[in-house]
């Protein structure tokens, strides 16, 4: 059961002032935005991003949404072509993200993608959002501040009822004005309906419904997996396998020597991209308990393993 009693500060320069002190060390912390309270991270520290999902309880790694305080950042980290400028232009800040190729020198950790070659990107409209962004200076990462399966939180209240002390500072600012999470946008597909109506969109946009797959050009994957084959729970490689071990099974790379699963799952898809680019044809993967983030990185080895 989570503590119900995590430390609150009211929106202003000491709750900012610490916020961005806590994200610096590598922390969450639950800050409003438009939409909801969102558990935010430095999206250039892995540590810190496998905190986000240790704190959710996430049984699963899914992409996770980067803020950023204005589209001269966005640029940044992802590539724009004329629709996402317009897009931009128009809704920014606002309640809408795009999905965008994103850069190589991006510096965002793998596992905010999920592995993914393209980035969620939003630029938030919200005082204390904008006022993190600014005074970290770092990129935050945020899905909504509540534990897996519970209801988007939109209120501090709601923040501290669902994760409790698994986050050591919510700053409060009030209710939030939408309620509902951000529209997300890639190409001309909306992938989640949200504030941002398909008809204020300045293109006809198709919708896509839960994981199907998008005929559309430009195919956009909603999971990374290495293309070549992979054997779970190997204790050592077979010729030709490149081994990613975890604990006492040391590998060609190794999640965490410690036995740690956040380590593990911060160094996650890293492991995976370089498996993938090694010489040998195969992939093997140490056994990794179910333990905490464990079962987030099972789910993700199993799908690898079962394309
Ligand atoms: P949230 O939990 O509000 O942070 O929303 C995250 C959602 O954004 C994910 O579940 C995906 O549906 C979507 N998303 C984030 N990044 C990507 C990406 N690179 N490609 C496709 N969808 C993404
Ligand atoms: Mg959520």
Known sequence: MADPNPRVLPYGMAAIDEAARRITRGECVAVPTETVYGLAADAGDAAAVAGIYAAKGRPAFNPLIVH???????????????????????????????????RDDA???????????????????????????????????????????????????????SLGTRVPLIIDDGPCKSGLESTIVAGRTILRPGPIAAADLPFAAARRHGDAAITAPGQLATHYAPAKPLRLNAR????????????????????????????AAARLFDALHRADASARARIAVAPVPMEGLGEAINDRLARAAHR
Do not use: C, K
């Open 236 to 263: 050592e490689a077979r010729p030709d396998e490149w081994l990613i071990g975890y604990d006492s099974i040391i590998g060609d790379d190794t999640l965490s020597a410690a036995g740690d699963p956040v380590e």
């Open 68 to 102: 950023v305080p204005d589209l001269a950042a966005a640029e940044r980290i992802a590539m724009f072509d004329a629709d996402a400028r317009e897009l931009a232009a128009r809704f920014w800040p606002g309640p809408l993200t795009l999905v965008l190729p994103l």
């Open 107 to 161: 510096g965002i950790a793998s596992l905010v993608t999920a592995g993914l070659p393209t980035i969620a990107l939003r630029v938030p409209r919200h005082r204390a959002m904008q006022a993190l962004l600014a005074a970290s200076g770092r990129p935050l990462a945020a899905p909504s501040a509540n534990a897996s399966n519970g209801i988007s939180p939109t209120r501090a209240a709601h923040v501290a009822a």
